[in-house]
């Protein structure tokens, strides 16, 4: 049973579409993340999320917004897509806000034509 | 704020050699550290951490890592590797908690393991 999903799995899209990502995990956890990992493989955190509220939002444009329906849940929406927005993103999850992210999904990796 | 410095972007090592990668961090407060491992087309996983108590910390698949106050690093280190733990290898650091955690990530050093 996979602890956290993110579907899709591959986004291949234009300029200037929106987009969403969703995730799920079935840890029970409370805490939720979302990061960035650029071409150079270097990973960012972009938004934290404890029982369904924003804790961190890291200087993130508008265009990002996360919504957290319930603990379980974060999904990603991102609209008017930009070429730098180019990435692979990654949900995270951890057992409270005082833990470091234990689980991550696979990743879905975005691409923008 | 926190850093990570990982030297080394690619380390070559032969199967069944033993191998370290090496991270340094800066921070004005103490921290927590990490090793986080990613395989090819997935997420990290945690691979050890270090919080408090004996410096040398064990993992999963057999690595460990040494916690040096003085000079602010934290080596992950195998003494025999296999070709599975071909892989991305990242350092993470975060401040002692205090409301919540951010972790900072290394820009990663990838392990080619040679047969």
């Known amino acids: 049973d996979t602890a956290v999903s993110q579907t899709p799995k591959y986004l291949v899209t234009q300029m200037g579409n929106d987009k969403s990502i969703k995730c799920e995990q079935n840890?029970?956890?409370?805490?939720m993340y979302w990061y960035k990992q650029d071409s150079k493989k270097f990973l960012k955190i972009m938004f934290s999320?404890?029982?369904?509220?924003?804790?961190i939002n890291e200087t993130v444009p508008n265009r990002f917004s996360p919504k957290s329906p319930d603990k379980a849940h974060l999904n990603l929406h991102i609209n008017s897509l930009e070429l730098g927005d180019s990435a692979v993103y990654f949900c995270?999850?951890?057992?409270?806000?005082?833990?470091?992210?234990?689980?991550f999904g696979d990743g879905t990796r975005l691409s923008i034509l | 704020a926190q850093s990570v410095t990982q030297l080394d972007s690619q380390v070559p090592v032969f199967e069944e050699a033993p191998v370290e990668l090496r991270c340094n961090y800066s921070?004005?407060?103490?921290?927590?550290l990490f090793w986080y491992v990613q395989y090819p087309n997935q997420g990290l996983q945690l691979l050890l951490k270090y919080l408090s108590g004996s410096t040398l910390v064990k993992g999963i698949n057999g690595f460990e890592a040494e916690f040096n106050k003085s000079q602010t690093s934290f080596h992950l280190r195998k003494p025999s590797v296999h070709i599975s733990d071909t892989a991305e290898y990242f350092c993470a650091v975060s401040p002692l908690p205090g409301g919540y955690q951010k972790v900072t990530f290394g820009t990663g050093t990838k392990l080619q393991v040679i047969p």
């Open positions: 999320y404890n029982n369904k509220e924003l804790i």
């Open positions: 921070s004005s407060v103490s921290v927590y």
């Open positions: 995270a999850s951890s057992q409270d806000m005082t833990d470091q992210p234990q689980h």
């Open positions: 840890l029970g956890h409370d805490t």
